[in-house]
């Protein structure tokens, strides 16, 4: 049977003319819950169904169920407050009733903006039972605010996109309110005619941004009348402070920094948004680009996730990860995977990566113990160019010597470049203490023989290790 599908409106003097002959010649008459503009009709409300669901996608669903059984029997018009685009339950009641037609009304968000007065004509709007799918945009319209636990809601996800002290507009039917963010849940009370409305203000001025603000900054800065150094900037040029960047928040990451790692990791974006701004005004790709193709990669590399492949652990996870990195790398020798770690890693990593990926061909050594067994050949190698006083053999030597420890700490589980990191560093600062040691005895470090030097260096390990 046919669903007429009916937006009421805002008000009772928004029902049009073609929803009243609808309603007229109606054989059965649902309605959401109960409304003003339906006084004159028999009306069967759903009010029972809110009661009875688990969330507000069950109610949808079971919502939308109700209206598609009823027409099984008869013809039915559906009733919605607002208008029928911002009714999930109506949504449904289209994608799966083929005879359904549609008299649209006021819609909740256009009533809204205009009692607010929004002065962007560009705005988003959505229902406060769905503000998580909320985005950045100029302007927002949350309708639906009808408790004060949704108001709350709604709050989080505007403080976090506009900022809590930014203004907005409360509206309640035909008045409006204008209130600070934080107090969209401190109003006296809630009703279906409530929503929020909410625009940025000056670009300079706003209390929250975003990676598209971000670019927009970048590209005001390298703007013909910008900042000269901005203006200048290549990839080739800033790929240095790419690297920096990365390593100063690697190091706040060590230290437990928090508010370090919040301040670098807006470095590393301020480098990823000024390559891509850059790849941009030469037509490569944008940084819609960049981000569309990062999460089509980690959603196909997740096929544990998102497809078919099967993983119990982390160690399975990343299997299939590798697996699904080779396919799309259209790698299809252990070779190419070897060949394609960066050269530009520090000698340590690259090292332990090369090593990683052709062990996965099978070539390694059996434990641990096997590549110590080959780092005392190498050792042996070394020490026999070093007294034949061969410059050349001794680089390459001690190249195979540093190779053949990281194999051996690799296969012992060890992270590489973090262990010797963390060695130097501790050299470092029992150094530190042994200097500090001897100026304090009055003596100059220069001036002492080995045995001294070790008697002070065991000294600073007691002190260090104490601290």
């Excluded at 370090?260 to 470095?267: A, C, K, L, P």
């Excluded at 530009?344 to 090292?351: D, I, K, Q, T």
């Excluded at 040691?437 to 080995?450: E, R, Y």
């Amino acid at each position: 049977m046919k669903i007429t599908l009916i937006g009421l409106g805002n008000s009772e003097n928004d029902l049009t003319k073609k929803a009243e002959l609808a309603l007229k010649n109606a054989s059965k008459i649902i309605a959401r819950t109960a409304f003003a503009s339906l006084k004159n009709y028999e009306v069967e409300t759903l009010d029972k169904i809110f009661l009875s669901s688990r969330n507000f996608d069950t109610l949808n669903k079971n919502l939308a169920t109700f209206v598609l059984n009823a027409a099984k029997l008869s013809e039915v018009c559906y009733c919605v407050d607002g208008a029928v685009c911002e009714d999930e339950a109506c949504r449904i009641i289209l994608k799966k009733h083929p005879e359904t037609e549609v008299i649209e009304g006021v819609a909740k968000s256009a009533h809204a903006a205009s009692i607010a007065r929004l002065s962007s004509s560009q705005y988003c709007a959505v229902s406060a039972y769905d503000i998580g799918s909320l985005k950045s945009s100029p302007a927002a319209v949350v309708y639906d605010v009808d408790c004060d636990y949704i108001a709350s809601l709604v709050k989080e996800r505007l403080s976090d996109l506009f900022g809590e002290e930014s203004g907005c507009v409360f509206v309640r039917g035909e008045s409006a309110t204008r209130i600070k963010i934080f107090e969209i849940d401190r109003q006296k009370d809630y009703d279906l005619t409530c929503a929020v409305a909410v625009e940025e203000g000056d670009f300079l001025k706003k209390e929250r941004y975003d990676y598209a603000d971000l670019e927009k900054l970048i590209k005001l800065l390298r703007a013909p009348n910008g900042c000269p150094w901005d203006r200048v900037q290549t990839n080739e040029s800033i790929k240095g402070n790419t690297v920096e960047e990365a390593y100063e928040l690697a190091d706040a990451i060590e230290r437990g920094d928090d508010d370090g790692i919040e301040e670098e990791t807006g470095d590393v974006l301020l480098q990823a948004a000024f390559h891509s701004v850059i790849k941009e005004e030469q037509g490569v790709f944008s940084g819609t680009d960049a981000i569309t193709r990062l999460v089509k990669k980690l959603i196909f590399r997740h096929s544990h996730i998102f497809g078919k492949d099967k993983a119990k652990d982390g160690d399975e996870a990343l299997s299939v990860w590798e697996k699904n990195k080779l396919v799309e790398k259209h790698m299809s020798t252990f070779g190419e995977s070897v060949q394609a770690v960066p050269a530009n890693f520090p000698a340590c990593m690259y090292a332990q990566k090369v090593g990683k990926r052709a062990a996965k061909s099978g070539m390694d050594f059996l434990s641990p113990v096997s590549a110590f067994e080959r780092l005392q050949d190498e050792f042996s190698e070394l020490i026999d160019a070093m007294q034949a006083e061969d410059k050349e053999h001794i680089f390459e030597e001690a190249g195979d010597v540093l190779f053949a420890a990281v194999n051996t700490c690799r296969l012992a589980g060890v992270d590489c470049e973090n262990a010797l990191r963390m060695s130097a560093k501790k050299f470092a600062k029992r150094f530190v203490k042994c200097e500090q040691l001897i100026i304090a005895d009055g003596k100059d470090m220069t001036d002492l023989n080995g045995l001294e030097l070790d008697l002070y260096w065991e000294r600073a390990k007691d002190a260090v290790n104490k601290d």
